[in-house]
């Protein structure tokens, strides 16, 4: 199959002062509300992992249930706390094996204020690309909503509908409360992989690659990439597919859905997982066509609708670039895996410049209690 050409970020060449523009980039990034809630995560974390261990030294009860044969010789456990979604091993006696995906994703309070219809559409679109990330199909979904009145809720509620009915993912009950001082949304889903993906397994020497829908628009001025309500139903559910496929056929060893940390968050957090760290070539990234310099810095922190980082082996990249430029996607070769715990940017455009770095998460954690982070460096360092 001939290359398929994938528009790009503007190359950090075109500025005058480029060693400055990459720096001034890392900097607008750390300083992110995506960072910002990204970092939350460790303090929450640590607080719930004294409880899992001190469940750990037993048979789970979900097991005990499922097949108490099976949870007596010791199942898989599930992925560690930090992937997408929680990912709980079945028997083959239940399903054909493979893992169960539970995920949940709760919506800024500003965001569904300001475009609740969206919001409510994004809500599904979100658990889903949990799911797929994970190498999964979802099941279903169930909502929590809380609003004023009901009036206040029928956008919110419409747009989770349409959603549901394009995607072709049932939503199955919920929780509603309709007399709350504001308006609040959260979603969660259930799926099924018979092949898990996770971001706990990224190698050094990988190659790092993104893919992303560039058949979109933004959304207003929010950093949010539709490619997504105005696309044919049957395409969005077809694409969302190419992830379990890719994981079925061995083509992928790790990955992570693009969140609201963006296309360099959302990689961090990966890297941080498989406690590895990377250097990214920012004038590689897939880009909306002929976006300008001062759109760079909104398509890093973009959510773009269908957005993927993966780690793949080299040998199996050009595979998966023809795995999804089959279906009209834009993937693309960014970086390469490397030890250490550092994400470093890179100007492919400008011979001599040094990268700069943007996260060592061997010093600072971003979404993992320090405790943990040690733990990935002793398997991986």
């Keep these: 199959m001939p290359a398929v050409p994938v528009p790009t970020l503007p190359p950090i060449a075109a500025e005058i002062e480029p060693a400055r523009a990459l720096a001034a980039l890392a900097e607008a990034l750390r300083a992110s509300r995506g960072f910002a809630h990204k970092t939350d995560i460790p303090p929450v974390r640590a607080a719930l992992d004294p409880a899992a261990a001190d469940a750990s030294a037993r048979p789970p009860a979900w097991a005990l249930a499922l097949d108490p044969a099976w949870a007596a010789t010791g199942p898989a456990a599930s992925v560690p ?22 995920a949940i994703e709760g919506l800024v309070e500003d965001f569904v204020a300001r475009d609740p219809w969206f919001a ?12 797929a990330a994970m190498g999964g199909r979802a099941i279903g979904v169930v909502d929590a909503i809380w609003a004023t009145d009901a009036e206040a809720a029928a956008p919110v509620l419409a747009g989770l509908a349409a959603a549901s009915a394009r995607y072709g993912v049932p939503v199955l009950g919920g929780h509603s409360n309709l007399r709350a001082a504001h308006g609040q949304l959260a979603v969660a889903v259930l799926g099924h992989a018979r092949a898990l993906l996770s971001s706990f397994e990224a190698r050094p020497g990988d190659t790092l690659m993104v893919v992303v829908d560039l058949r979109g628009a933004w959304r207003g001025e929010a950093p949010y990439w539709n490619a997504s309500t105005q696309a044919p139903p049957d395409r969005l559910r077809a694409d969302l597919a190419r992830l379990p496929a890719l994981a079925e056929a061995g083509l992928c060893r ?5 969140s609201m940390a963006g296309v360099l968050g959302s990689l961090l957090m990966m890297l941080e997982a498989s406690g590895v760290g990377a250097t990214v070539d920012l004038d590689a990234l897939p880009a909306p066509p002929a976006l300008a310099p001062a759109e760079r810095l909104r398509w890093l922190q973009a959510f773009p609708s269908y957005g993927f980082v993966l780690s793949v082996a080299p040998d199996r990249v050009q595979a998966v670039q023809d795995h999804f430029a089959a279906a009209g996607l834009a993937c693309a070769a960014v970086g390469r895996v490397e030890p250490g715990r550092a994400l470093c940017l890179a100007a492919g455009s400008v011979p001599g410049l040094a ?11 971003f979404i993992l209690p320090a405790a943990a982070a040690a733990d990935r460096e002793s398997v991986h360092g």
């Design 355 to 365: 990268p700069i770095l943007l996260w060592d998460a061997g010093m600072q954690s």
């Design 254 to 258: 790790a990955a992570k859905d693009i």
């Design 120 to 131: 409510g559409y994004s809500a599904l679109m979100v658990n889903l690309s949990d799911i």
């Design 81 to 102: 706390n930090g992937d997408d979604t929680a990912a709980i091993p079945l028997p083959a006696s239940v399903g054909g094996g493979g893992h169960l995906l539970f």
